[in-house]
């Protein structure tokens, strides 16, 4: 399975940004898809996952109301649509993908994952 992130950039606090990930070299309907993020000198953090059913979604708690991640099937693509951002929001952000375990804890958990993108940059300025 191969994963492209793409849509990040720079922006100011308050704006919209939407983040696009890619999926190719598997059916699209078997992976489970998962947004991460990491900022400069601190851990991977979970943000947002969807199932491969585009079911049941996951988010962190600082995501919750002003993110929401969907998929388009027609696209073999997952978004993450980010709203209201804040300065904190900067991070590189990973999609990542997942073909067998999924939901409750494993959803958060990067070990979970077996595949991921490259990660694309979104700063937001104060």
């Known amino acids: 399975v191969q994963l492209q992130a793409s849509g990040g950039g720079l922006v100011q606090a308050g704006d919209s940004l939407t983040l696009s990930c890619a999926v190719s070299?598997?059916?699209?309907?078997?992976?489970?898809v998962g947004w991460f993020r990491q900022a400069p000198g601190k851990e991977r953090e979970f943000v947002a996952a969807?199932?491969?059913?585009?079911?049941?979604?996951y988010y962190s708690d600082s995501a919750k109301g002003r993110i929401a991640i969907s998929k388009d099937n027609a696209r073999n693509t997952v978004f993450l649509q980010m709203n209201s951002l804040k300065p904190e929001d900067t991070a590189v952000y990973f999609c990542?993908?997942?073909?067998?375990?999924?939901?409750?804890?494993?959803?958060?958990?990067?070990?979970?994952?077996?595949?991921w993108g490259q990660g694309t940059l979104v700063t937001v300025s104060s």
């Open positions: 969807i199932s491969r059913s585009g079911g049941p979604t």
């Open positions: 990542a993908a997942s073909l067998t375990f999924f939901g409750g804890s494993y959803t958060r958990t990067p070990s979970t994952y077996d595949y």
């Open positions: 070299g598997r059916p699209f309907s078997s992976a489970n």
